[in-house]
């Protein structure tokens, strides 16, 4: 099942639309080459990063003071919507599936996607998606208030009474990414299973592949249930159905169920490739290979089962029964196992190692770090009675911005840094790197530990002034905050400069091992002139063995004496 | 492995040891007071959970650290690191002790949960306790008296409690100390969280729903009742006070607010509200507008002057 007939699926159609390989239009057409999809991806999604954290920012500014006093509350009350449904929705998202859109087809041998068509589609449906959310501001009553949960009877209150308002706006950009990402899920675990190079089972797979493959599955199991979710819920508040309204007989906490059913499983979705990016970088810049590789593999496949079944553990203080809590609690505390299987792992691929501080490599260590502690609050929060008391509160928003930022978008920028040279062919610049990843560092963990502390006290989150004892930790939260608004400066200024004047980046700079490192930086429109034939498992570093067969490929993995 | 190598790990092991368990006693100081029985359970909960976390947390960056600062490579070293893949056994302990660690954490919160028996949503209230699991409010009461019932209404942005048997309405929530209560929670509209810091509890009131929930405070004082779970514009304010009394000055307290006649209560959401609309530009967007404020014995002193 490893070899297709490659060939009739490569030598398909020519691109729709006419343009060079390097010229830049096509970064503004309906492309359908896997590469130039990525990059739309990860650019689309990092400029609405920059929106939610406008919007984070706005936020952080109303909580400096106990009193509400910045912005009216019903404005507040929009920016953490929107704050939590860009970030999600428009940048974690679409950013890792551009990463994997651009290195899963190279890292697998394939010259594209299964789908390229479907998966033009998908991306095309993340603009359309996103204009609706940002022209709900403009709608009868401003945008969605009702949190990026949505709990109905909250999301179905419509003090306007139009038609259209911003939450009916809201379900139906949700439910339109749904089916984007759902499409994406379709086209991976496909190209995964279907298109590999000869030689590239199943176990010579690099691990991110696996990390995408694992994702991609709890995507296509997780998310019809949210996107239903969302069409009920649009359904009761445009329609007059009572699914979930109390006020007409309907259960309101079903919805917690249809969505907490996806929405926790999607952390998963987000934080298996981050895995794969560190189980990548790791071993090119510690020149070891990754320790464990199998059960490094295996631990992922083993997230994505227990992953659909611990979703209640959002719910311990909702109308849930005691069992369900206990069950529930069981299940969560048990993704501890496979994720500390990995951090050992990781771990180990360090030790004793020839450790090269790069940008990425960096990036990547910090994040490591945040996420062992983001890993111990969450055994804390699995526990039925502390849940109980932190349930709701900062302690939580702590926890998941050291999972969604400390580790995600962490580990997203160590991605970046690390294949910027293979996407544009031109360096980075590292000292403009380093000083990011300090500044985020810093800000990252001024920014979030204090909310411990503050959720730890009983501050409830969601709240847009509060008691004045709380005012200590808020100041100095917020002024994390800005300072993580302000590193994302020399980021933004580095990969613009770098990608109009950089050095030109070599095939392969940082001397890795894997395919995507074997062809030109940037590489060419379909990937690999001759497909290559696999001949041993991935992160061969210091055992002098041919990664494929034939001369070419010996020369690239024989280490300059 | 040499004698010294282990003698260091050991050392460090011990030291690590140390550290984690002053940290864990720490952990007491990040909470609010203990007002209620069932905090102190939670607590101690927490304070193992904070110690067993900084134990592992000191160990996987103090690795990681180490050899960051000690395997550096040069700049001209393009030479590979030992090729080492993986080892079965040592795979195998660290599958292992995460496995017994989270049934360990798992097992020790459950029998928590049971000894806390708050009750909740759709549990039997008859239900008892497995035999050998003591129950939080055991301790402090040999003579078991029948529990203070009270009802608690949550509706956009109020609180408003009802003590049934007295007649008395107020929005500031007394209780007696050293007693077991069952509350009656209920709402009029959407899921509103009754939380209490100072007691460690909390639950989401869900619509034509009555939920019970049970619990002794064990301190006398004020303390804090916060809506924790979001439920609109005015969620922030939807906050009272809360009053633990001794058994005496809360009879007091209850006799004297059924004398009271009943009076309309400050009411935050209420009163932003109307401020906003009587301004001629609205800074925000339309919302849904709050309950009237409520009519009570006794009024909550926020707001009064």
């Given amino acids: ?561 | 492995m040499k004698i010294r190598t282990i003698l260091t790990l050991v050392v460090l092991a011990i030291a690590n040891a140390a550290i984690s368990w002053w940290v864990g006693q720490q952990a007491y100081h990040w909470l609010p007071p203990q007002a209620s029985a069932e905090s102190k359970l939670v607590d101690e909960l927490f304070s193992f959970l904070v110690t067993l976390g900084s134990f592992i947390f000191l160990c996987v960056t103090g690795a990681v650290l180490y050899t960051v600062a000690v395997h550096r490579v040069g700049r001209y070293d393009t030479s590979d690191g030992p090729p080492i893949e993986g080892n079965i056994p040592l795979e195998i302990v660290w599958t292992a002790i995460p496995i017994a660690l989270v049934i360990w954490i798992a097992v020790y919160s459950q029998q928590i949960y049971e000894k806390m028996a708050v009750h909740g949503p759709m549990e039997l209230v008859h239900l008892h306790n497995p035999i050998g699991i003591e129950a939080a409010y055991a301790a402090p009461m040999e003579a078991m008296s029948p529990p203070e019932e009270i009802e608690v209404h949550s509706r956009q942005w109020v609180w408003e409690f009802r003590y049934p048997g007295q007649d008395v309405t107020s929005t500031e929530l007394h209780l007696p100390v050293d007693r077991r209560v069952k509350l009656a929670l209920q709402t009029e509209d959407v899921i509103h969280g009754f939380y209490i810091p100072a007691f460690r509890l909390k639950q989401d009131i869900i619509p034509n729903k009555v939920i019970d929930f049970e619990f002794t405070p064990i301190r006398e004082g004020k303390y804090r009742l916060r809506d924790s779970q979001y439920s609109g514009t005015y969620f922030a304010a939807m906050q009272t006070d809360v009053v633990v009394q001794s058994e005496a000055d809360y009879q007091t307290w209850l006799a004297q607010a059924a004398k009271q006649t009943p009076v309309t209560a400050y009411n935050r959401a209420a009163a932003e509200y109307t401020r906003a609309s009587e301004k001629r530009i609205n800074a925000g967007w339309k919302t849904v507008p709050p309950a009237p404020a409520p009519i009570v014995n006794y009024a909550a002193e926020e707001g009064r002057a």
Avoid: C
């Avoid at chain 1, 069409?231 to 445009?238: G, N, P």
């Fill in chain 1, 1 to 561: 099942m490893t070899n297709v007939p490659i060939e009739a699926i490569a030598n398909r159609t020519p691109q729709p639309l006419p343009g060079a390989p390097d010229n830049w239009k096509r970064f503004f057409t309906f492309s359908t080459d896997h590469k130039v999809i990525g990059i739309q991806y990860l650019v689309t999604s990092f400029t609405f990063f920059l929106v939610g954290g406008f919007f984070a920012m706005i936020i952080r500014g109303e909580l400096v003071t106990p009193e509400a006093d910045l912005v009216d509350r019903t404005i507040y009350n929009a920016m953490f919507t929107m704050h939590g449904t860009v970030m999600l929705f428009l940048w974690m998202f679409p950013s890792l599936v551009g990463l994997a859109n651009y290195l899963v087809p190279l890292m697998i041998g394939a010259r594209d996607m299964a789908f390229p068509r479907l998966n033009a589609i998908a991306f095309w449906m993340v603009p359309v998606a996103a204009i609706l959310l940002m022209a709900s501001f403009f709608a009868p009553g401003g945008p969605s208030q009702s949190g990026w949960w949505a709990y109905p009877p909250v999301s179905l209150q419509n003090p306007t009474g139009k038609l259209l308002n911003g939450q009916f706006l809201w379900l139906l950009a949700v439910a339109i990414s749904g089916v984007s990402s759902i499409m994406g899920a379709v086209n991976f675990v496909t190209t995964i299973a279907k298109m590999r190079a000869p030689g590239m089972t199943l176990f010579r797979m690099p691990i991110y592949v696996w990390t995408v493959l694992s994702a991609q599955i709890i995507q296509l199991y997780g998310l019809p249930a949210l996107t239903a979710g969302a069409v009920m819920l649009l359904m009761d508040l445009t329609f007059g159905t009572s699914f979930f309204d109390p006020a007409k007989g309907g259960n309101p906490v079903l919805y917690q169920h249809f969505f907490w059913f996806y929405s926790h499983p999607a952390v998963y979705v987000i934080i298996l490739p981050i895995f794969g990016i560190f189980s990548e970088i790791f071993p090119v810049f510690a020149r070891k290979p990754l320790f464990g590789y199998k059960i490094v593999a295996i631990s992922s496949m083993t997230i994505t089962f227990v992953s659909g079944i611990v979703w209640v553990h959002h719910m311990f203080a909702s109308g849930t029964p005691p069992w369900m809590r206990i069950f529930f609690m069981f299940t969560t505390v048990f993704v501890a196992v496979p994720t500390g299987v990995k951090v050992f792992a990781w771990v180990a691929t360090l030790w004793g190692g020839k450790l090269r501080l790069t940008t990425p490599m960096l990036f990547a260590l910090g994040a490591l770090i945040m996420f062992v502690f983001a890993g111990i609050t969450g055994i804390m929060l699995a526990t039925v009675p502390i849940d109980i008391h932190v349930n709701n509160t900062y302690f939580v928003v702590g926890h998941f911005h050291y999972v969604l930022f400390g580790t995600a978008t962490m580990g997203m920028f160590a991605a970046i840094y690390h294949w910027f040279p293979k996407m544009t062919g031109r360096m980075y610049n590292e000292g403009l790197g380093q000083l990011h990843f300090w500044l985020t560092f810093v800000g990252t963990n001024l920014n979030f530990l204090p909310m411990h502390p503050l959720g730890l006290m009983g501050m409830p989150r969601r709240v847009a002034s509060y008691d004045p004892e709380f005012a200590f930790w808020n100041v100095l939260a917020s002024i994390g905050g800005f300072l993580l608004g302000m590193a994302t400066l020399p980021f933004i200024l580095n990969m613009v400069g770098s990608w109009v004047q950089g050095k030109k980046a070599p095939d392969n700079p940082w001397r890795a091992i894997g395919l995507e490192w074997m062809v030109s930086s940037p590489p060419p429109v379909e990937n690999f002139e001759e497909i290559p034939v696999v001949v041993a498992e991935p992160y061969g570093y210091g055992k002098n063995e041919p990664l494929v067969a034939g001369d070419r490929a010996a020369d690239l993995v024989t280490e300059p004496s």
